[in-house]
């Protein structure tokens, strides 16, 4: 899954990259700046979702892992929507992401319940 991450986050990181910085146009930079924010989110998630034992913290970090990616999907679609990419592009890169989420699904399936119980009546 992580592997894959890797190829998701190549081609959002190219992406990003062919928005505009500067120039009288902020809009692309402040994309820009939200998509690199969603993209780096998700490794250190992975990672304390694997070194934690309890569920309800394994569901957590999962469910920013899936707000972040979708997050990014919808600044690379308001990129392409708004003319400062290429549909073809976002394309390539959501085509990566399917495969990442069919990798995360099954990952996800292998988290065990466990009896600890959420304050705040999430994943019960």
Not at 13 to 42: Q, W
Not at 44 to 55: E, N, Q, R, W
Request: proline share 2%; net charge negative.
């Amino acid at each position: 899954m992580y592997k894959q991450w890797r190829e998701v986050f190549g081609m959002a990181t190219a992406f990003a990259e062919n928005l505009a910085d500067d120039g009288e146009e902020k809009h692309p930079a402040s994309t820009k700046a939200l998509i690199y924010e969603n993209l780096m989110i998700v490794v250190p998630k992975i990672i304390g979702a694997i070194s934690m034992d309890l569920y309800v913290l394994k569901m957590e970090n999962a469910s920013n892992i899936r707000t972040n990616c979708k997050q990014m999907m919808e600044q690379i679609g308001f990129a392409v929507l708004m003319g400062w990419a290429d549909d073809t592009h976002k394309k390539v890169i959501e085509e990566a992401l399917v495969k990442f989420r069919e990798l995360f699904k099954q990952w996800v399936s292998t988290f065990q319940k466990d009896t600890y119980e959420d304050e705040w009546g999430l994943f019960v």
